[in-house]
């Protein structure tokens, strides 16, 4: 008997072996050096690792018990069994840098089948738990705060001893932030000088300060150091995790505890198309407006090609977003945050709201609710957390002393109201409005909840994947790859099966396709 004869024509399986035999596999057998010990086939383990996702199972050591028990599994990766350290190394090392590159393989192999089109993207995120200790924290606020005060602490007891020595001091150096290298340096040359005027006899430091210079020695340059090395580690972010430094404090959908506690993870970005996710990405940003350009950049880079659509919830609703994608050429079917507040009677029915008031734009000036000009006085700048600088023209109005609906207007103490309106925003905001309450656009609506909320909600709950298993960047983006994969293939293969079997023989047909698409 042979194990090929029991697999079921239909069965997943027989679809993971098709694919994962035909791709091309040159980057990843790079990574093997050669010599030594025969390694275990790349391939095998590539099915097996795939399959075992498909299958809900994403332990190293369930899936080495997985292997040793189950005729599929033999049938994918043989009988020459590895053990769980193999299975995770091969995953976390073998797969690092290689891995994106099977992913798009395999959605080439969707657009050659006519599944998807890569003309629209369906963008959303989740969050989803590290694995590493929620209790691990390190916040940016409470280093700079600490360290500010080792600062000054140990600047004043620098200072002292070198005045107590009559040692020459730079004025530069009380002027410049003390780093843990200029405190080792000067603590230095404290102690040389303290050491030279006890051998010539004379008088040096008190026991208080001989004591406070030894502890800037012995324990503050440490510290110092310590505070360094972790705003390096934080750069922009506001925290991190001491056992997994990649992964920053977030406030999760799923709470456990119902106290609203941040744990560790990342923010996981998915394109999709008929529900098949096209593209995927790894941020420490917990909010989805500062993804979306890095995000779709990493779409053109997989493919080479750019999609016409993107759509979008209104977590990606921003000038600067809106700006990038008119400049590449995308539709932007993406809401704004009031996109479905500004048609509440509360909203429209309100004549004292900046966007109710009447705008002249010949002659640049607002009307307010008496019938005053507010006129132009200025245009002013701002700068975002990402980066981005936008123009704000402010308006003001002539007099508001005395008027019968100042109360009702603004709660501001002068006498003159003045309002602050972005007006390249409030343009994008209308072109997207439009296109959004557009047929085509209506349409897009209705599919995006379907689209991505779907998936998340299938890879998930349906089949339990709420915690990352691996740590770092680098590693966790193979790991949701590997569930990407294995969501693709588990849809595909219920297309097939409902199409035709699929058959045990290798899938020859498939080769000359992604040859194919890889040459295009």
């Given at each position: 008997?042979?194990?090929?004869d029991?697999?079921?024509?239909?069965?997943?399986?027989?679809?993971?072996?098709?694919?994962?035999?035909?791709?091309?596999?040159?980057?990843l057998?790079?990574t093997?050096?050669?010599?030594?010990?025969?390694?275990?086939?790349?391939?095998?383990l590539l099915?097996?690792?795939?399959?075992?996702?498909?299958s809900?199972?994403?332990?190293?050591?369930?899936?080495?018990?997985?292997?040793?028990?189950?005729i599929?599994?033999?049938?994918?990766?043989?009988?020459?069994i590895?053990?769980?350290?193999?299975i995770?190394?091969?995953?976390?090392r073998?797969?690092?840098?290689?891995?994106?590159?099977?992913f798009?393989?395999?959605?080439?192999?969707?657009?050659?089948?006519?599944?998807v089109?890569?003309?629209?993207?369906?963008i959303d995120?989740?969050?989803?738990?590290?694995?590493?200790?929620?209790?691990?924290?390190?916040?940016k606020?409470a280093?700079?705060?600490?360290?500010?005060?080792l600062?000054?602490?140990?600047r004043?007891?620098?200072?002292?001893?070198?005045?107590a020595?009559e040692?020459?001091?730079?004025?530069?150096?009380?002027?410049?932030?003390?780093?843990?290298?200029?405190?080792?340096?000067?603590?230095?040359?404290?102690?040389?000088?303290?050491?030279?005027?006890?051998?010539?006899?004379?008088?040096?430091?008190?026991?208080?300060?001989?004591?406070?210079v030894?502890?800037?020695?012995?324990?503050?340059?440490?510290?110092?150091?310590?505070?360094?090395?972790?705003?390096?580690?934080?750069?922009?972010?506001?925290?991190?995790?001491?056992?997994?430094?990649?992964?920053?404090?977030?406030?999760?959908?799923?709470?456990?505890?119902?106290?609203?506690?941040t744990?560790?993870?990342?923010?996981?970005?998915?394109?999709t198309e008929?529900?098949y996710?096209?593209?995927y990405g790894?941020?420490?940003?917990?909010?989805?407006?500062?993804?979306?350009i890095?995000?779709?950049?990493?779409?053109?880079?997989?493919?080479?090609?750019?999609?016409?659509?993107?759509?979008a919830?209104?977590?990606?609703?921003?000038?600067?977003?809106?700006?990038?994608?008119?400049e590449?050429?995308?539709?932007a079917?993406?809401?704004?945050?009031?996109?479905?507040?500004e048609?509440?009677?509360?909203?429209?029915?309100?004549?004292?709201l900046?966007?109710?008031?009447?705008y002249?734009?010949?002659e640049?000036?607002?009307?307010?609710?008496?019938g005053?000009h507010?006129?132009?006085?200025?245009?002013v700048?701002?700068k975002?957390?990402?980066?981005?600088?936008?123009t704000?023209?402010?308006?003001?109005?002539?007099n508001?002393?005395?008027c019968?609906?100042?109360?009702?207007?603004?709660?501001?103490?002068?006498?003159?109201?003045?309002?602050?309106?972005?007006?390249?925003?409030?343009?994008?905001?209308?072109?997207?409005k439009?296109?959004?309450?557009?047929?085509?656009?209506?349409?897009?609506?209705s599919?995006?909840?379907?689209?991505?909320?779907?998936?998340?909600?299938?890879?998930?709950?349906?089949?339990?994947?709420?915690?990352?298993?691996?740590?770092?960047?680098?590693k966790?983006?193979?790991?949701?790859?590997?569930?990407?994969?294995?969501?693709?293939?588990?849809?595909?293969?219920?297309?097939?099966t409902?199409?035709?079997?699929?058959?045990?023989?290798?899938a020859?047909?498939l080769?000359?396709?992604?040859?194919?698409?890889?040459?295009?």
């Amino acid at each position: 008997m042979y194990l090929s004869d029991i697999v079921p024509a239909e069965h997943p399986a027989r679809v993971v072996d098709a694919v994962v035999e035909n791709l091309d596999i040159r980057e990843l057998e790079r990574t093997y050096k050669g010599g030594g010990t025969s390694s275990y086939a790349p391939r095998a383990l590539l099915k097996v690792i795939i399959y075992a996702y498909l299958s809900n199972i994403y332990s190293g050591r369930q899936i080495e018990q997985a292997w040793r028990e189950s005729i599929i599994y033999m049938w994918l990766g043989g009988t020459l069994i590895p053990d769980f350290r193999t299975i995770n190394n091969f995953r976390s090392r073998r797969l690092v840098g290689t891995f994106g590159d099977l992913f798009t393989q395999v959605v080439k192999l969707l657009v050659e089948e006519g599944l998807v089109t890569l003309d629209v993207q369906y963008i959303d995120g989740t969050k989803i738990e590290s694995a590493a200790n929620k209790y691990t924290f390190v916040w940016k606020r409470a280093t700079e705060t600490n360290k500010a005060k080792l600062e000054k602490n140990v600047r004043a007891v620098l200072e002292e001893a070198e005045r107590a020595l009559e040692m020459e001091q730079k004025e530069s150096e009380a002027e410049k932030p003390l780093t843990a290298k200029e405190m080792e340096e000067r603590t230095g040359r404290i102690l040389e000088k303290m050491k030279e005027k006890e051998v010539n006899g004379e008088h040096a430091l008190d026991k208080p300060q001989r004591k406070a210079v030894e502890k800037v020695a012995k324990e503050s340059v440490g510290k110092m150091r310590e505070y360094e090395e972790k705003l390096e580690i934080l750069g922009e972010r506001n925290s991190y995790s001491k056992t997994d430094p990649d992964a920053t404090f977030m406030r999760m959908k799923e709470d456990a505890m119902n106290n609203g506690q941040t744990k560790p993870g990342y923010n996981v970005q998915i394109a999709t198309e008929n529900q098949y996710i096209t593209n995927y990405g790894i941020y420490w940003r917990p909010t989805d407006q500062g993804t979306l350009i890095p995000f779709m950049t990493t779409f053109s880079e997989r493919y080479g090609i750019q999609s016409s659509k993107a759509v979008a919830d209104s977590g990606y609703g921003s000038e600067q977003n809106y700006v990038w994608m008119e400049e590449n050429g995308i539709e932007a079917f993406v809401k704004y945050n009031m996109f479905h507040a500004e048609d509440k009677r509360k909203y429209t029915g309100n004549p004292f709201l900046v966007q109710n008031l009447y705008y002249n734009a010949e002659e640049n000036y607002y009307v307010c609710p008496m019938g005053q000009h507010m006129e132009h006085i200025g245009d002013v700048q701002s700068k975002s957390d990402l980066g981005y600088v936008s123009t704000v023209s402010r308006y003001r109005a002539q007099n508001c002393a005395g008027c019968p609906l100042r109360c009702l207007c603004y709660k501001g103490k002068g006498d003159r109201r003045v309002i602050e309106v972005n007006h390249r925003s409030n343009a994008f905001r209308a072109k997207a409005k439009e296109r959004l309450t557009s047929e085509e656009g209506l349409y897009h609506r209705s599919r995006r909840p379907i689209e991505p909320e779907a998936v998340f909600g299938d890879i998930k709950y349906d089949h339990g994947f709420k915690r990352f298993r691996l740590k770092g960047n680098a590693k966790v983006n193979v790991e949701f790859g590997l569930v990407a994969l294995a969501h693709n293939l588990r849809k595909y293969a219920k297309v097939q099966t409902l199409t035709q079997p699929i058959t045990s023989e290798p899938a020859a047909v498939l080769l000359p396709k992604i040859e194919a698409i890889n040459a295009a």
